[in-house]
């Protein structure tokens, strides 16, 4: 590779995500009036703080040739691919279909990616040696200590105490630094960010530096009109890449020369040239027009498939890789020199259809064209050789006349006489499955389709398109029909009146398309789940209610597959006997009086309904209720039967006939 190979600082700062290009083309015309270096730009615009610009300057040393730049890496080896979609080479999506496609060659990914022209084969293995110095490089610029000490966050002396510390503790580098105090969580997490971009970088570099042919020597020789004043001292040139500014470059002073050679340009690289001529006192004039010499290296072009001498038929594919150390402006497709295709991205590939070709011998060419004008070609010479030889195929699964139930597998067998590309499966003429990849089988889900009769066949295609279909098997495909229909109550009766808090069922019946499995009833009009509990395998001939009153009953049925009928309800009012008796509250009668007519001073009583009678007696057996002695309302007073210390007892009842324990009242009666 090259030895000299100059990797500019702002080209590793956009590389690596630490700038803009809008950021760095005003960076460029601040020099023009500064005369700056470009970090001392960036620094005093506010872009880059002043330490940031350590880190990419210290790398930038290494990068100035691809055999530098394998030299440091950072980090645990990562894939081949990974390493790609950080450079920003190629994208998460080109990453994945490169997968697919080594799931379909079995090639080893590198091999995958430069066939499909994402790599060229100096690119693929530069990124092989960096993977390898990824793993076992301790010493490299990008190591995190190292990076925190170049952006300033630690001393040197910080680093080898922490180096020596770490050996001993074999923990990470970071931890040690953190544990020691030197640096806290947040400077070690912005080294890392910093090393990501750094890593970047140097991927870009070896990337961009592995494109071109190994450099070599090259002059341009430059002349102008001399100037004609008195004090002339000499003239100076000026010269740099296209994409640097003239301004801040060292020229080159060739005295009073109008003419001069300038050796060791890259021919990778297009420059611009300017002159300006300057006196006795130094004061140099504006630059001369500007020349631009465009890069001399011409595209890396090569047709990867077919291979030389190969053997063709049916639609080909003509892949080509193509590079070029600036760019690829397009890839021409020519077939015995005629035009046939242009494609100006990547891949380049073009599909031959030779069906339609007379057979015979073929040049394939293709043209690379870069940016500056440089071509570059590729040639193969092929034979086409037309099959019209179909391929032949069987259905070996199922067999013919066969009964299918639940997840089937489907098998063909095929053969040609060049090659089977893909064998597609049918199902009564609808396309079910197609594979490329021998053996031809698939499974078939006969739960996706209804219980019947179906007709399946295989068909097998080669690459010259050539085609044929298999004998057809006939199968009957029978699933268990799964029960949705719910089942039905036909009647569902209770009385319309009733005493008791558990009321018979007058009638309970239900039908189902199979299978009557349980019945339920519920004081919710929301149907139960079939799964609730309380489901009993018979109807039921009783259902309790919480409380007395106007009620609804819901009867519920269910069948084996767990569908739940709609409701049938029955209203009944429940009326509930009174069997609580009245209670007396109070019942007094004054002491001692002078005759058998005793005044009642106080005679109360509650009853749950109401108390529909009052009695008084001497005897402490209660009354019956249907005694004629009781009266509608409490009596005012009582006649005893003689005189005499007497005992009264009070009672009442209730409309239900319940009546009540007694109350006393003794009296003392006296008579003349």
Not at 145 to 152: N, P, Y
Not at 285 to 298: A, C, M
Not at 315 to 343: C, Q
């Amino acid at each position: 590779m090259a030895n000299q190979i100059r990797r500019y600082i702002g080209q590793i700062l956009l590389d690596g995500g630490f700038l803009s290009n809008n950021d760095l083309d005003r960076a460029f015309e601040e020099q023009k009036h500064t005369r700056e270096l470009l970090g001392q730009a960036l620094v005093r615009m506010g872009v880059l703080k002043a330490h940031d610009i350590n880190a990419p300057l210290l790398v930038q040393e290494h990068l100035t040739c691809v055999g530098d730049a394998l030299k440091i890496a950072a980090g645990e080896r990562q894939l081949l691919g990974a390493l790609l979609v950080q450079s920003g080479h190629i994208t998460g999506e080109q990453l994945d279909y490169a997968l697919d496609e080594q799931k379909k060659s079995g090639e080893k990914i590198g091999e995958v990616f430069t066939r499909l022209g994402m790599l060229t084969e100096r690119q693929l293995a530069a990124l092989l040696e960096f993977q390898h110095h990824q793993k076992n490089n301790t010493s490299s610029p990008l190591r995190l200590g190292e990076l925190l000490v170049a952006s300033g966050h630690i001393s040197r002396g910080q680093l080898d105490d922490a180096l020596c510390k770490q050996h001993l503790s074999n923990k990470k580098i970071g931890e040690v630094l953190v544990e020691e105090g030197y640096v806290d969580q947040s400077r070690i997490e912005s080294g890392f960010r910093l090393q990501k971009m750094l890593v970047k970088s140097v991927l870009a570099a070896i990337l961009s530096l592995s494109m071109s042919a190994p450099v070599f020597a090259s002059s341009v020789t430059l002349q102008w009109d001399p100037n004609s004043e008195s004090d002339l001292a000499g003239y100076k040139v000026y010269y740099s890449p296209e994409s640097l500014p003239l301004e801040g470059m060292t020229p080159l002073d060739v005295s009073n020369q109008t003419i001069t050679s300038i050796d060791g340009l890259d021919p990778n690289v297009s420059y611009k040239f300017a002159v300006t001529a300057y006196n006795d006192a130094g004061i140099e004039s504006h630059f001369s027009n500007i020349v631009t010499l465009t890069e001399q290296v011409p595209p890396t072009v090569d047709i990867t498939f077919p291979s030389d001498s190969a053997k063709v038929s049916g639609a080909v594919t003509i892949s080509v890789n193509a590079d070029d150390n600036v760019g690829i402006t397009k890839v021409e497709f020519y077939v015995n020199g005629i035009l046939v295709a242009t494609e100006t991205g990547k891949p380049y590939v073009y599909s031959w259809n030779t069906l339609s070709t007379a057979a015979g011998a073929y040049t394939l060419t293709a043209k690379a064209y870069d940016t500056a004008g440089n071509v570059s070609q590729s040639s193969k010479s092929v034979t086409v050789v037309n099959d019209n030889t179909p391929p032949t195929v069987a259905l070996t699964s199922p067999a013919n006349y066969v009964l299918l139930k639940g997840t089937v597998t489907i098998c063909a067998s095929a053969s040609d006489n060049v090659g089977v590309t893909n064998v597609e499966f049918y199902c009564n003429g609808m396309l079910l499955y197609a594979s490329n990849v021998s053996p031809f089988s698939f499974k078939w889900d006969t739960t996706n389709v209804g219980n019947g009769v179906y007709t399946i066949i295989a068909k097998a295609y080669d690459n010259a398109g050539n085609s044929k279909e298999s004998s057809s098997a006939t199968v009957l495909v029978s699933n268990p029909v799964p029960d949705l229909t719910a089942p039905t109550v036909r009647s569902f009766t209770m009385p319309v009146t009733y005493t008791s808090l558990s009321v018979p069922v007058s009638r309970f019946t239900a039908a189902d398309n199979v299978e009557v499995t349980g019945y339920l009833i519920t004081l919710s009009a929301t149907a139960p789940a079939a799964g609730a509990a309380g489901w009993s395998a018979t109807a039921p001939v009783k259902f309790t209610f919480p409380a007395a009153g106007k009620k609804t009953a819901y009867a519920w049925v269910k069948d084996a597959a767990g569908n739940v009928s709609a409701s049938s309800s029955a209203s009944v009012t429940i009326t509930l006997p009174d069997l609580t008796a009245p209670v007396l509250t109070a019942f007094t009668m004054p002491k001692s009086v002078n005759s058998t007519i005793v005044p009642v001073s106080r005679f109360t009583a509650t009853d749950n309904n109401v108390v529909t009678g009052y009695m008084i007696t001497e005897s402490a057996t209660p009354p019956s209720s249907k005694s004629p002695l009781w009266l509608a309302k409490a009596p005012s007073s009582f006649i005893f039967t003689s005189s005499g210390v007497k005992t009264a007892y009070a009672w009442v009842k209730d409309a239900n006939g319940n009546v009540s324990a007694s109350l006393s009242a003794s009296v003392k009666i006296k008579t003349r």
